[in-house]
């Protein structure tokens, strides 16, 4: 896995996002950026979430 230090994402990929290490940490496959939010969707259960710039402040972010 591979840590990102910005919020470049590549649409298709898969990415890791939690707030620290006590977290669950989730795989999202990411679909897009619409207006100010980027779009990903959970691999297992098919949820989607959506978060702007300022909120992936602070999180850790993994390209799996």
């Known amino acids: 896995m591979r840590?990102?230090?910005n919020s470049t994402f590549v649409v298709g990929h898969v990415y890791k996002i939690y707030a620290?290490?006590?977290d669950k940490e989730y795989d999202f496959r990411y679909e897009g950026k619409?207006?100010?939010h980027h779009l990903?969707?959970?691999i297992v259960g098919?949820?989607?979430r959506t978060y702007?710039?300022?909120q992936l402040i602070?999180?850790?972010i993994e390209e799996a």
Do not use: I, M, V
Request: glycine letters at 14%; hydrophobic letters at 25%.
């Open 20 to 22: 620290s290490q006590l």
């Open 58 to 60: 602070g999180k850790n």
């Open 40 to 42: 990903f969707r959970e």
């Open 52 to 54: 702007t710039d300022a």
């Open 46 to 48: 098919g949820l989607s």
């Open 3 to 5: 840590k990102l230090r």
């Open 34 to 36: 619409r207006g100010n």
